[in-house]
């Protein structure tokens, strides 16, 4: 997964306009890829990173996938 801020070119973000970037998935079934453009807010909210394996709801939403590690942590816990 790679995140990158939205582009609005010469102009900067319009006042009020919540911070948008654009996010590139890839399928690890298929390898095809996908961009979507979302909420940073969204992001911070479930501690997605780039690099973070995810999901993709099919309401757009996109979870955070547990690594190995984490799952050794919570069942220690």
């Known amino acids: 997964m790679e ?3 939205a582009d609005f070119g ?3 973000r319009p006042d ?3 911070t948008m970037v654009m996010v590139r998935l890839k399928s690890e ?3 095809e890829e996908h961009t979507l453009q979302m909420r940073d807010a969204d992001l911070e909210a479930e501690k997605i990173l780039e690099g973070d ?3 993709l709801e099919e309401s ?3 979870i955070k996938k547990k690594n190995e590690m984490e799952k050794q942590l919570e069942e220690e816990q």
């Open 16 to 18: 009020g306009q919540e």
């Open 60 to 62: 757009g939403r996109l």
């Open 53 to 55: 394996l995810v999901s």
């Open 29 to 31: 079934k298929s390898g």
């Open 3 to 5: 995140i990158y801020e």
């Open 10 to 12: 010469c102009e900067e």
